[in-house]
């Protein structure tokens, strides 16, 4: 690890610049000394250039000067951008996340985030994921680098680089929030860290720093093994295989789960009651369970579904031709078209009379019937037949005319409503599961 009583410029700069990849660089300021290192380190590359996220907080205005001050004294430009702060829990958590979508929205093809993370910073982030029960992926820390993002100064002590940046006379302030003990950060930097470095451990920040290092080589193999799960989307549910996370270790099954629900939750990716109970629909010893933020995992076949429990079954729609509907996911079409012409098998066809009067597309209901020939057949029955998941039964669209099923979309047309003549009615499920 660097120490302050070998640090030089030059030295710093040749060690971070190996880490800084191919391409355009742009360094995320914060107004204070850690990033005004980073932007002088990258400014000797020339293309590189700033940004400084306004969030409006308390002291934001003196940082975005200091930012503008730097830009100007390293030669670089430097671009503000706006990102208010949602109201709600954790004010540093969304920040954070405004910051990072802030610079994301702006950022050209090609360009490779630099930010000014320390191994203070690294310590901090092990030792606060630690207190809350993370995993190997949250004990792991920050990465020194990710795709479009590199931290090249994360060997570095915050006192390392605010020495350099008053040796090098870079403009930089505190940000005030810093000292706030509202958050659970600020409280671990200036109290948690201090007491165990002086009565516990001297060195607990590197230690803390090289511990997150191991964990996040264990954790690159979970990943790595994690990845060869399929993960599905189908438009309306995450389906895993269960036979592949009943046959491989829990750790890797998982971080699979975990890649499921983060797709549902960006970012958050569940909690471990989530995953247990995921895991016992997998084992097929429950068939349905309630996750939490309103999400439901049930068996479906080989699979395990999980899909959000909060939906509203869409009310009954007139229809229009041409025209298009978005039903429950599904996009409906319906268009004039020539009766012997070639369809696509999501394609049914109509007489043109049918759409008349007071049809409508509506959800299937229990009890609903399709006539068929020489009798009827009810309308779940069908879906069954057709191996539709339980789960999408309820709003499968049916098309109703005169108090009649006419078809249901996508798959069946009872005989009355098939087309009489040379002209017919093309409707078209053109996305979703079928």
Known sequence: MAATNRLSPDLLAAEALQHLPNGPLVVALGGGADSAVAAWVVSKRSDARGVFVRHGLIGSAELEQAALELGHAVGIDVTVVDALVEPGPSLEDRARRARWQAIDRQLADGETVVTGHTRDDQAETVLMNLLRGSGNTGIAGMLRSRPGVVRPLLEYSRADLRTLAEKLALPFVDDPSNADPAYLRNRIRLDLLPL???????????????????????????????????????????LIPSAALVTVHRSVASRAIRTALRRLLDPYAGSASDVDAVLRVAQ????????????????????????????EPPEAEGIAVPSSIDFAGTAITFE?????????????????????????????????????EGGSKGVRTVLSEHEIPVRLRS???????????????GIRVAPWARPRASQAIAITRERGRS
């Open 284 to 311: 097929r010893r429950t068939d349905t369970v309630t996750l939490a933020n309103a999400l439901l995992a049930t068996r479906e076949g080989p699979y395990v579904a999980i899909v959000p429990n909060h939906d």
């Open 196 to 238: 165990l470095e002086s009565e516990y451990r001297p060195g607990i920040r590197s230690v803390l720093a090289r511990a997150g290092s191991l964990a996040a080589a264990d954790d690159h193999v979970v990943e790595d093994l994690a990845a060869g799960i399929p993960v599905l989307d189908d438009g309306s549910a995450v």
């Open 336 to 372: 004039s078209v020539d009766g012997g012409s070639m369809t696509r098998r999501s394609t049914l066809l109509v007489d043109p009379t049918v759409l008349g009067g007071d049809a409508v597309v509506r959800c299937s209901n229990e009890g609903d019937r399709i006539e068929i």
């Open 395 to 409: 709003t499968w669209p049916v098309v109703v005319s005169g108090g009649r099923i006419a078809v249901v979309v």
